[in-house]
């Protein structure tokens, strides 16, 4: 249950104003079907992030040692202060299918989350529990708790987030999470 709450929590915050919400914020102005958005983001989120958990897991296996877990520790650090730069979409970015809405939202989540700090946090918490399917069950409920919102309210939404309070609070949980692992592997933690 740690291994889902956590990657919930972590993916939910670092979610918030990153470029796949602005991409959902996208869709969801072009497209104008929720429903059909929120199942490619819902599939492509399944994909990318049970790929992602594995190559954490199987990481985890091959280097299973104290300084790969502090390396893991960093890197949650990384991450941290990652997420205090905003993301901003470009305009290569931008979504050009004709497979409509759900293919669209498909195909444009899945390319766009590869390398993405969800991505490698999902990769960093797979190494972390070495539990693929409670990493990304807890990171998809965490993608869909953050963008389906996005979906029905848009940008209504967007203006009254308090957007980098939230991403303060992520990187806060991101470099929390690093000094327990590295305190954890220190023999500090019982």
């Known amino acids: 249950m740690e291994a889902l709450f956590t990657s919930t929590a972590v993916v939910a915050l670092a979610e918030i104003g990153d470029k796949t919400m602005l991409l959902a914020m996208l869709l969801a102005a072009k497209y104008r079907q929720p429903v059909p958005i929120a199942f490619g983001i819902l599939l492509a989120t399944l994909a990318n992030h049970f790929l992602a958990a594995l190559i954490g897991v199987q990481a985890a296996a091959w280097f299973d040692s104290d300084i790969f877990r502090y390396l893991v520790a960093a890197g949650f650090v990384a991450m941290g202060l990652w997420t205090l730069i905003p993301d901003k979409f470009e305009e290569d970015d931008k979504p050009k299918s004709r497979g409509g809405a759900f293919v ?3 195909i444009a989540f899945f390319l766009v989350e590869i ?3 969800t991505q ?6 797979g190494a972390r529990f070495a539990d693929a399917f409670a990493v990304t069950a807890g990171t998809t409920i965490g993608m869909m708790l953050a963008n389906a919102p996005v979906l029905w309210l848009g940008d209504r939404l967007a203006d009254r987030l308090p957007l980098g309070k939230i991403r303060v609070a992520a990187a806060i949980l991101f470099v929390l999470l690093g000094l327990w692992l590295a305190a954890e592997t220190a023999g500090l933690l019982a």
């Open 104 to 106: 669209t939202t498909l």
């Open 120 to 125: 490698i946090a999902t990769i960093a918490l």
């Open 115 to 117: 390398g993405d700090k």
